[in-house]
């Protein structure tokens, strides 16, 4: 079993999601991810992590989480291990909590998981001895690209008190418009949820969050947009919806005068957003990305108490 944390340092061994994480811890992870990207460039991030076995466990697929989590691991010391879950005893059958049994008695102290089910990093958690930080579940959570995107927008527009971000899509099925309704709403911004009815079920009964069905309505005034992929893997569907919520510039024009554009990932271009305007230069797209090492590193040194 893993010591706990200093009481001192962060209180919490396991990041499962933002609901419930103050605007003072959010604010410490992102001002921590600025520092250590700074000594990332500099080449000068000192090994926190050196004593640590950092396992990723990815039961679908990613590549930006996956990567970034690994080189956050490596770029503060960690050993790693990846499950690659193709060539895992899972495909013989192994149930997710041998598996993670299995990871934590080879010596893993923290797991990074992604899987299909939501709440299968709390049963992770439960479970097992070893610190757990969710890597996205189900269409439940996805906190460090929250924490990722929030990042990206402080730099982008300075404290987000008061300021209206847009998100844009099939929010219904989206991981990372939960976590992002919890952070931003956290740091005091003004969080507007949009697409067709289908696409936004459920978030009327959401505190604070407004809910916008016609796509004037959820791009007015918007300091900054965030458009979602369509979640087919969930169960939506592209009909007609998807063409008459596509995003591109002229469409942008609704918005507040600049507004940004992001987008956690994978993008389809053409299908939510047009290439032009995910590769133009109103696109923080890639910011998110570059944050996304930074921001996990941070986390990473939080929940292993050496930061
Ligand atoms: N945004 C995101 O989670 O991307 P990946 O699926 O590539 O990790």
Not at 4 to 30: F, K, N
Not at 200 to 220: K, Q
Request: charged share 20%; hydrophobic share 45%; proline share 5%.
């Amino acid at each position: 079993m893993i010591a706990e944390a200093p009481a001192r340092t962060w209180p919490h061994r396991h990041l499962i999601d933002v609901e419930g994480m103050s605007r003072g811890e959010i604010e410490r992870i992102c001002d921590l991810a600025v520092d250590l990207r700074e000594a990332r460039a500099a080449r000068r991030v000192p090994p926190l992590l050196e004593a640590e076995t950092i396992g990723l466990a990815f039961y679908e697929p990613s590549t930006r989480t996956r990567i970034s989590f690994e080189l956050a691991a490596k770029a503060l010391g960690a050993t790693t291990v990846d499950l690659h879950l193709a060539g895992s005893s899972a495909v013989k059958g192994e149930s997710l909590v041998d598996t993670l049994r299995t990871l934590e008695r080879t010596g893993v102290t923290t797991l990074v998981l992604r899987h299909a089910s939501a709440g299968a990093p709390n049963l992770a958690m439960r479970e097992t001895g070893m610190r757990i930080v969710n890597g996205g579940d189900g269409a439940h959570a996805h906190p460090t690209q929250a924490l990722a995107d929030a990042l990206t927008l402080r730099e982008a527009l300075g404290p987000l008190d008061g300021r209206t971000i847009a998100i844009v899509g099939d929010v219904a099925h989206s991981r990372v418009a939960r976590s992002n309704v919890h952070a931003l709403g956290a740091l005091g911004a003004r969080v507007r949820v949009a697409g067709p009815p289908a696409w936004v079920a459920g978030f009327a009964a959401w505190d604070g969050v407004e809910v916008a069905t016609s796509l004037v309505d959820g791009l007015r005034d918007a300091d900054a947009v965030m458009a979602l992929r369509v979640q087919l893997e969930r169960g939506a569907t592209l009909g007609d919806e998807a063409a008459a919520w596509r995003l591109d510039s002229g469409r942008m024009e609704l918005a507040a005068p600049g507004a940004p554009i992001l987008h956690p990932g994978p993008t389809n271009e053409g299908v939510e957003l047009t290439a032009e305007l995910a590769n133009g230069p109103r696109s923080l797209i890639g910011r998110q990305v570059e944050n996304g090492v930074p921001i996990r590193m941070a986390v990473l040194a939080l929940v292993c108490g050496v930061a």
